[in-house]
């Protein structure tokens, strides 16, 4: 199956890129998943980031990382892995600074106890540099974050689905723990107002990080 329509031509250098990693993530898959189905991801993650993406240049690196997260959650949703971390998902609008925000502190609280993911209902290019700027003044370096959409496959694998005022629909399936904190995007705001929904995010994710903890 050839998912290599919805590029250009021009790219023709990016498909090729793309192509190694598709050969690398079947070695790294090899019996869990077809080839058929990491093409798939693979090509899907990186035309889901073009949509928004402003400088191409390292696309095929994110799609790498982007395809590789979607398919450990498939695995996760999967049952392919038995006694794994819990899984955190975190959804906001644009996905550059809420859920952004809210990653970067729960990674930053649990280490490697947790593994955490965030996502949006519709991605903006990058995270906001304000927010950026914020969490780095917290020690928390995010500089390699980038957006990327909400994808089924993420949701499945999620034992926790925090919403942080979205108002798109993502999927809803039973046994996971659904969240609504209703925050405003600081992604245009001043840093002084960053500051506040870092420290508003922070309350929440402490209390989250302390119930699961338990």
């Not at 991801?41 to 690196?61: D, M, N, Q």
């Not at 928390?140 to 496959?153: E, N, V, W």
């Not at 999927?171 to 500051?195: A, C, F, I, Q, T």
Request: charge should be negative.
């Amino acid at each position: 199956m050839s998912t290599t329509a919805e590029i250009p031509e021009s790219q023709e250098s990016q498909i090729k890129l793309l192509n190694r990693v598709v050969e690398e993530l079947n070695k790294k898959y090899e019996g869990i998943f077809s080839a058929e189905t990491i093409e798939r991801y693979v090509f899907e993650s990186y035309t889901a980031l073009a949509r928004t993406a402003k400088i191409r240049t390292h696309l095929p690196l994110l799609a790498e990382h982007f395809a590789t997260d979607r398919l450990e959650a498939l695995r996760h949703a999967g049952d392919e892995i038995k006694d794994s971390l819990p899984q955190v998902l975190f959804v906001c609008t644009r996905n550059v600074g809420r859920s952004q925000i809210a990653s970067a502190l729960l990674k930053h609280y649990a280490g490697g106890e947790v593994h955490v993911r965030s996502a949006g209902i519709l991605p903006d290019a990058e995270v906001h540099p304000v927010v950026l700027d914020v969490l780095a003044e917290r020690g928390i370096d995010i500089g390699k974050a980038y957006p990327k959409p909400l994808t089924d496959d993420v949701v499945r694998a999620s034992d926790y689905v925090v919403n942080l005022g979205c108002d798109g629909a993502y999927p809803m399936y039973p046994g996971k723990h659904y969240l609504d904190w209703d925050l405003m995007d600081p992604g245009d705001e001043s840093p002084e107002r960053v500051r506040a929904v870092v420290d508003e995010i922070d309350v929440h994710i402490r209390e989250l990080w302390a119930e699961m903890s338990k």
